[in-house]
């Protein structure tokens, strides 16, 4: 049974250039949060998604936006990306019934 | 003040003692917590959940919680080296509601010495 899965797993964009993260949630699960984590801290809420809806939003501008599909995969996007947005993005899946969240291996975001 | 605290260490403990960790949460209505383990480099695997004041034990781990002092620990008896990681308390930041929203702290780094 596949876990969550991220991709890619690495990445490095430029000052302004905008970025994608994909993610797929395990296998019953139909409800999707994103977190970044910037070194040495816990992760951040982003947002969250269930039904395609975004659901939750932490404290992130406009500029990080998401879509959930129908078969509950995820996008993370980043517009005009800045210095300060190079972290580990993390997807975390789980299922209405169940609070636990179980989390992808992560994409790493390089901004230079 | 933040809204969920740890020491961020290191814990420094000898292999085969009892490490414990532990965490503070500002949020009187939280209902659910969380402890994740997180190796360098790696995303944070759920080792414990518990809900209810008191003790839940699960192998070689312990959580214990109290929500009149808003406190949560994690005990981990017998300490292996392969515990060293940083070890995240999570709070379910929402009122009841349905969104689960995960607080994280900073996390306590965790090295177990042979």
């Known amino acids: 049974d596949a876990g969550v899965t991220q991709s890619p797993t690495h990445l490095i964009k430029t000052r302004g250039q905008q970025v994608t993260l994909r993610c797929s949630p395990k296998s019953g699960h139909d409800t999707v949060s994103w977190y970044q984590q910037a070194l040495g801290q816990g992760p951040q809420f982003i947002f969250q998604y269930y039904e395609e809806e975004e659901r939750q939003r932490g404290n992130f501008p406009d500029r990080f936006s998401g879509h959930q599909f129908p078969n509950y995969s995820s996008e993370l996007n980043v517009n005009a990306l800045l210095l300060g947005d190079s972290a580990l993005y993390l997807c975390?899946?789980?299922?209405?019934?169940?609070?636990?969240?179980?989390f992808g291996s992560g994409t790493r975001l390089t901004v230079v | 003040q933040k809204e969920v605290e740890q020491n961020s260490g290191p814990l420094s403990v000898p292999e085969g003692a009892i490490a414990s960790l532990n965490c503070t949460y500002s949020d009187r209505v939280s209902q659910s917590f969380f402890w994740y383990r997180q190796y360098s480099g790696k995303s944070p695997e759920l080792i414990m959940s518990?809900?209810?004041?008191g003790d839940k034990e699960d192998g070689r781990f312990t959580a214990q919680l109290n929500k009149a002092s808003q406190y949560v620990s994690l005990l981990i008896r017998d300490s292996q080296p392969s515990d060293s990681a940083t070890y995240l308390c999570a709070v379910n930041g929402e009122y009841g509601g349905a969104t689960n929203k995960l607080i994280f702290g900073t996390g306590t780094l965790l090295a177990v010495q042979p």
């Open positions: 518990i809900y209810s004041n």
């Open positions: 975390a899946s789980r299922s209405d019934s169940n609070y636990g969240y179980t």
